[in-house]
């Protein structure tokens, strides 16, 4: 039973004057939280009502790192509204994108999550026309480098991200213009930690938000990111559910995120869109090989110890699923030397002390690592390729259909003319 009883959403303001969004919530009126963002940057004429609009949405979504603390059985709303497909949309995302949370804490995977539904219709709100340029969103690694160097032939880019100074170098590195978004949560979070629970929150989801915001207040329609085919396969199996680390940046999530906010602005007035969901992982490194790697070989990073808040620096620690993945997805694209360069001289594939993670990543023992890795047939596929490299990785042993083709183009949602442009890329590459 949870210790509280009511978790509340109270309040939300934006300062435009300061440029900060405030976000309000509490337990039952006794536990109180505060998580701001400021967006400091040149604002266009944006729609006062559309803005009030996306500060929902980001009110509602973040409140998920709060609410996980107890999980309290009623949620109340004092500010904001949602009728019957947005509450829907809500208590899908945190019921299903807390997944792996529920796991790492043995909790009920079917816990129910129920928005409640505060007004009968929530009609659309437009405002002025919206600019063509894309938002581009950067984490860091290969996948949205790909993207940037693919798009910034053709359309209009400025890039944008949630915190992650740390990235300063790499975002020189690409020369667009780039938007930080500042986002500081309340550090009570770390002083509840031996008394409530912790774990993974679908971050993916609230930084879709917060880009939603960037968006109306730039005059921007169209938010990118770069998430792949692979986010899509579940990571383990809990109480006879399918659990994705990866949830809120799976094609579900994705369609789901649409559809609201159609809901919300009318259908094609701001549009949220995977860039790279054709391609697996190992496509995405193939091309990120060809188009960035020696550009970037010296300030991206897909390590999640790089981006820790006490760290000021971009990094690869060579011990996480993330590294020993990106290092096999890369092996076979990248020169030897070049590739170890990048782990101090280390190699990654020849390491003892990470082979339970290859076995893991290569789905011959355990469960997937709960970390944004690919699918279990493309690191196979990428260590077929790779033991032709290294004879002494033949140790791995696994089964790969003979028609497995990691450059196959899957499902997508993105615009048509957006597709045209990956299209017309790859096609030269």
């Not at 039952?28 to 009502?49: G, I, K, M, Q």
């Not at 609009?53 to 999980?71: D, E, I, N, W």
């Not at 993330?322 to 020169?335: D, I, M, Q, S, Y």
Request: net charge negative; proline share 4%.
């Amino acid at each position: 039973m949870s210790k509280y009883r009511h978790f509340v959403f109270e309040d939300y303001v934006f300062d435009k004057s300061a440029k900060l969004l405030t976000l309000k919530y509490s337990l039952d009126n006794a536990l109180s939280f505060v998580e701001t963002y400021r967006f400091p940057f040149d604002f266009a004429d944006y729609s006062e009502a559309m803005l009030d609009r996306a500060c929902q949405a980001l009110f509602f979504m973040a409140g998920v790192s709060y609410f996980k603390t107890y999980v309290p059985p009623e949620i109340i709303i004092k500010k904001g509204e949602l009728d019957n497909e947005s509450a829907a949309f809500f208590s899908k995302i945190y019921q299903r994108g807390l997944g792996e949370f529920w796991y790492v804490n043995n909790l009920d995977v079917g816990t129910p999550v129920t928005f409640p539904v505060t007004t009968e219709t929530l009609s659309a709100v437009a405002g002025p026309t919206r600019n063509a340029g894309l938002l581009v969103a950067i984490g860091g690694g290969k996948d949205s480098l790909v993207a940037v160097e693919i798009l910034r032939e053709s359309e209009a880019v400025t890039t944008w991200s949630v915190n992650h100074r740390q990235m300063a170098q790499l975002v020189a590195k690409i020369g667009l213009p780039h938007l930080w978004v500042e986002r500081v949560w309340d550090k009570q979070l770390l002083d509840l930690k031996n008394d409530a629970y912790n774990g993974h929150v679908p971050i993916s989801a609230i930084y879709a938000c917060a880009g939603t915001v960037v968006g109306v207040l730039t005059g921007r329609r169209d938010i990118v990111v770069s998430n792949e085919q692979s986010a899509n396969e579940p990571t383990l199996l809990y109480q006879g559910i399918d659990v994705n680390h990866q949830y809120s940046k799976s094609q579900e999530f994705e369609s789901d995120f649409q559809n609201y906010l159609a809901h919300i602005f009318g259908r094609d007035t701001v549009r949220y869109y995977s860039f790279l969901r054709p391609f697996s992982e190992l496509r995405i490194a193939e091309l990120f090989a060809r188009l960035g790697f020696d550009k970037y070989k010296d300030v991206f990073s897909s390590c999640n110890r790089a981006f820790r808040l006490d760290s000021d620096r971009i990094f690869w620690c060579g011990e996480c699923p993330k590294c020993a993945f990106v290092f096999l997805a890369l092996t076979p694209f990248v020169e030897r030397a070049d590739l170890e360069k990048l782990w101090g001289g280390k190699n990654l594939l020849l390491d003892r002390a990470l082979e339970p993670i290859y076995q893991q990543l290569l789905g011959i023992e355990g469960d997937k690592p709960l970390d944004c890795v690919g699918e279990v047939k493309e690191s196979r596929a990428a260590m077929r390729l790779a033991q032709k490299i290294y004879p002494e990785l033949d140790k791995y042993t696994f089964e790969l259909p003979a028609d497995y083709d990691f450059r196959v183009w899957s499902d997508h949602v993105m615009p048509d003319e957006i597709l045209d442009i990956l299209r017309s890329a790859v096609k030269t590459t």
